[in-house]
């Protein structure tokens, strides 16, 4: 009986995988087997668009490119400020929704709307929003007094970014607060009753038990938005497809214009394997200082 | 004490008109005449409210068509992905500790790459396959784009049916697939569910590959349709019209949050906890 069973489990094993693991190979391994090759060449416009081998050349011409640093830098600002705003504001809202009141489970479900709604096409109702004529964050800032003249949000480099920044946080701030409200939920009554015991005030409770016990869950929200925050493409195509000038267009955005409006499929490539390769050092540098810094 | 008791209040209502704002001002915009929608300073509210732009939706875009490609697309995906979901789920929970961490974990690296890493290549199998245009394009791709988390959703579900019910079932004389079919999926009902709507989701969210693997007006899904509109010149854009849409196309996921939030959350957080 046993030996038939083990027999059976055996030829289980791995069986179950295969078919996900055929999906998974073709729809992403792949993939990125081709990106990583295809970075390695150059279309040659006489006969007709083929990519012949071109070694290096992609990847140095992407260093000397002006256009691919301004792309990296938006990149960077983008992911830098609007995580930064996402986990501050995720975390405030966590907090809020840890609290009993009235209505909770109604509020949580509100908060979570953004979350589910699409990026693209909500990119495209806040590029309604901060319209330069007709835009209802114009009129408002007007009404309380805070702009006199209507900002051009769109058409100019610094709001347009900002404009960005705030639609993507405004999708993406629920998923941060249910992480950490997770988190927050996870911490065991007595160890805040213990601290309360000790006489220690709400800040310090905040500072020394709380924060410390939700880090990890900050951490976990704020790399996987990091991570897709790195790769933003729908907002920026939808709100300003890179302009004004440039000047939020982010890498994913110059790797497609590269390849679906210049037909330059290797550099387009080269550009998307780069910022990958950039963002995965980032990561592991940042994994590395952790360890150490636990460590010691 | 009620200090604390208003600050909480005026912090939930802030909540709440942050998170609906933006969609309550398409539903405004969607109901307003057209002079209304462009007047300076800006009028809030509809006044008469109007169906005009709703009505004029179903007669100058193929938007009907726009909404039945999206739920097709996005209802098989969720099914391909469940379906091969499931067995890989499943045969994890019963996998030794060690490789069951490690493929778990191997799944969540998956899911931080970008998508534009897989753009080029896979736009280039499906124009090389014929495939621009046909759902299965898009079908695939997002069915194997959502495995990760479904498989950690349902990993979950499974890895909470007692072995003992397993065995009793092997004594009993069935087969691996009458044991998946008659034990496990009835048991794991509530994760199949989780995963299911989070694929959907995703699915119909999903912008990049549809819009440009999507070329015909006739095939396009409602999120690529809607939002491919912006590259015309504003003054072009029919703002009424397009609100409209925005709100048509976002409503069944406004539905979903409304009566899932506990599943979503779940479903969201899964991983997070446990690290």
Request: charge should be positive; charged fraction near 15%.
């Amino acid at each position: 009986m046993r030996r038939a069973r083990d027999r059976v489990r055996r030829r289980e094993r791995w069986l179950p995988f295969v078919p996900a693991l055929l999906l998974v190979t073709l729809v992403v391994a792949l993939p990125i087997l081709g990106v990583v090759l295809l970075s390695f060449t150059r279309v040659e416009l006489e006969g007709g668009l083929v990519p012949h081998w071109a070694g290096l050349r992609p990847a140095v011409r992407l260093w000397q490119d002006t256009r691919f640093f301004g792309a990296l830098r938006n990149t960077v600002v983008f992911t830098g400020s609007s995580v930064l705003l996402e986990t501050l504001l995720g975390v405030g809202i966590a907090f809020v929704l840890n609290r009993s009141f009235p209505g909770r489970g109604l509020v949580r479900s509100v908060v979570l709307i953004p979350w589910a709604l699409p990026t693209a096409v909500m990119a495209l109702s806040f590029s309604w929003i901060f319209n330069d004529s007709f835009g209802v964050a114009n009129d408002l800032l007007r009404r309380v007094g805070l702009a006199k003249e209507p900002v051009a949000w769109l058409s100019e480099p610094l709001p347009a970014m900002a404009a960005i920044v705030l639609s993507d946080v405004w999708k993406t701030v629920p998923f941060v607060a249910l992480i950490v409200l997770a988190g927050l939920q996870g911490i065991p009554e007595e160890v805040l009753e213990a601290a309360r015991v000790d006489g220690l005030g709400a800040w310090q409770r905040f500072r020394w038990v709380v924060f410390p016990l939700l880090l990890p869950s900050i951490l976990v929200a704020a790399v996987f938005r990091a991570a897709q925050a790195w790769g933003a493409f729908d907002i920026v195509y939808v709100m300003t497809g890179g302009g004004p000038g440039g000047s939020t267009e982010t890498v994913s955005l110059y790797a497609f214009q590269n390849f679906f409006r210049y037909l330059d499929f290797g550099y387009a490539a080269a550009i998307a394997t780069h910022a990958t390769l950039l963002a995965a050092m980032i990561a592991l540098v940042g994994t590395l200082g952790r360890r150490r810094r636990g460590a010691s | 004490m009620t200090g604390r008791r208003a600050g909480l209040g005026v912090a939930v209502a802030a909540l709440v008109v942050w998170s609906l704002a933006p969609a309550v001002w398409q539903v405004l915009t969607a109901l307003k005449p057209d002079r209304d929608i462009t007047r300076t300073p800006t009028v809030y509210l509809p006044d008469p409210v109007t169906w005009k732009h709703v009505e004029a939706l179903w007669e100058r875009k193929p938007f009907g068509v726009y909404l039945a490609n999206s739920a097709g697309i996005s209802g098989a995906a969720t099914l391909l992905s469940l379906v091969l979901a499931a067995p890989a789920a499943s045969a994890l929970g019963r996998s030794p500790e060690r490789s069951r961490r490690t493929i778990l974990r191997a799944l969540v690296v998956l899911t931080l790459f970008p998508p534009i890493l897989l753009l080029f290549p896979l736009y280039e199998a499906v124009r090389a396959l014929g495939g621009l245009n046909r759902p299965l394009a898009l079908i695939v791709p997002y069915a194997a784009l959502s495995l990760p988390l479904a498989i950690w959703i349902l990993e979950r579900g499974f890895g909470q049916i007692p072995a003992a019910v397993e065995e009793a079932a092997i004594l009993d004389g069935l087969g691996p697939l009458s044991r998946v079919v008659r034990i496990q999926l009835p048991l794991a009902a509530p994760s199949l569910v989780t995963a299911a709507i989070l694929v959907f989701i995703f699915s119909w969210n999903e912008f990049m590959l549809a819009l440009t693997f999507m070329t015909r007006d006739q095939a396009k899904t409602v999120t690529a349709g809607i939002a491919s509109v912006s590259g015309s010149s504003m003054f072009e854009i029919p703002w009424g019209q397009l609100s409209a849409a925005i709100v048509i196309a976002t409503l069944p996921l406004v539905l979903l949050v409304l009566l899932f939030e506990r599943r979503i959350a779940s479903g969201l957080t899964r991983g997070a906890i446990k690290g």
